[in-house]
């Protein structure tokens, strides 16, 4: 059982359309991160919420952490091709001595012109 | 700035052979990280650095699998005896590793090929 799921998982839409992909767990975080990685790079930090019902944007972006801090969203509006990507949600957890980061499964996304 | 720097970008091997996977990461980042992704999959966490030391191993996946750091800087992961099922790609972060949340900065990640 993964401790995150990222839905859909696959996402192919047009250009201009808007799209809502999830991060989803049973567990309470105090904190999600948002990553992008293109085609043959690694990912890189979008955003990250700390407080339930927060709402951050990035141009187009909206990121939004649930009120009982165990999911968010990622809103996109009017989809452009340089949109492409996997998107990443982590989650630090509590270890012994660290918080580790474990990150989801991904939603691949692809905007055709 | 250089970002994190990940080498060789792509290795192709026999089953059997022995390969050494290189990070440089950002200088003054004393959190180092490997991640393995398989193809379009999201990243599975290997092992975790704080100076040269490793405080989380638990994620390589067996004893063919090693990583060592020296100097606070460089890190080396080492496959011995590779597998197919070792094809993926290898990424390394780094990050100023004061809180969790400090941002983890990727490098391009290896592209590792087992035939």
């Known amino acids: 059982t993964q401790l995150l799921e990222q839905s859909p998982q696959f996402l192919s839409i047009q250009e201009g359309e808007n799209l809502t992909v999830y991060c989803n767990s049973s567990s309470v975080f105090s904190s999600l991160q948002w990553y992008r990685q293109e085609p043959g790079e690694g990912p890189v930090l979008l955003v990250t919420v700390v407080t339930g019902g927060e709402v951050k944007k990035l141009k187009r972006l909206t990121f939004q952490f649930g009120d009982a801090r165990k999911d968010s969203s990622l809103h996109i509006t009017a989809a452009q091709t340089g949109d492409t990507g996997l998107y990443l949600c982590a989650v630090a957890t509590m270890k012994t001595s660290y918080d580790k980061v474990i990150f989801g499964p991904g939603t691949s996304l692809s905007v055709i012109p | 700035g250089a970002g994190v720097s990940q080498s060789p970008s792509n290795k192709v091997t026999e089953k059997g052979k022995d390969v050494e996977l290189r990070c440089d990461p950002i200088?003054?980042?004393?959190?180092l990280y490997w991640y393995r992704q398989s193809l379009g999959q999201g990243l599975e966490f290997l092992i975790y650095f704080q100076g040269n030391s490793a405080p989380d191993k638990s994620g390589l996946p067996s004893d063919r699998f090693s990583a060592e750091r020296t100097g606070g800087s460089v890190s080396t992961l080492t496959i011995q005896r590779t597998q197919q099922e070792d094809s993926a790609v290898y990424l390394c972060?780094?990050?100023?590793?004061?809180?969790?949340?400090?941002?983890?900065?990727f490098g391009p990640g290896t592209r590792l090929t087992v035939l």
């Open positions: 972060a780094s990050s100023l590793g004061r809180v969790s949340t400090d941002t983890q900065y």
């Open positions: 200088s003054g980042h004393t959190a």
